[in-house]
């Protein structure tokens, strides 16, 4: 069975830093794109970042650039969020997904598998 346990959210300060983990199971992580989501209150959920398996490229959201560092650890089957500098915009639940494709997307649409999502709080 193929799960997602995003982890790793919690209360921040603005400025403040946080680092979420995306374990898979039930596949192995470096056969999959992996993407990370967002989604506040009365908005939709909009991509945030993404990683491929082809050769590691990876994508991030113009509102998060240079802010944010997503990595993978293929020996963990894990994907990290690393979240710096952050701003009370950030605050969402934050979810991570899954696609058997060789380049990640920033459509939630092209991802199969979605873990449960990690609530992000960030206090001005």
């Known amino acids: 069975e193929v799960q997602l346990q995003a982890s790793g959210g919690g209360l921040v300060q603005a400025g403040g830093s946080l680092r979420l983990s995306c374990a898979a199971s039930?596949?192995?992580?470096?056969?999959?794109?992996i993407g990370w989501f967002r989604q506040a209150p009365g908005k939709e959920r909009e991509g945030v970042s993404c990683?491929?398996?082809?050769?590691?490229?990876?994508y991030y959201a113009d509102s998060v650039k240079g802010r944010f560092t997503i990595s993978r650890d293929n020996a963990k089957n894990t994907v990290y969020l690393q979240m710096n500098s952050l701003k009370p915009e950030d605050t969402a639940v934050y979810y991570c997904?899954?696609?058997?494709?060789?380049?990640?997307?920033?459509?939630?649409?092209?991802?199969?598998?979605w873990g449960q999502g990690t609530q992000v709080t960030v206090s001005s």
């Open positions: 997904a899954a696609a058997r494709m060789a380049y990640g997307s920033s459509l939630a649409g092209s991802y199969s598998y």
């Open positions: 990683i491929s398996t082809s050769d590691g490229s990876t």
């Open positions: 039930g596949f192995t992580a470096d056969d999959y794109a």
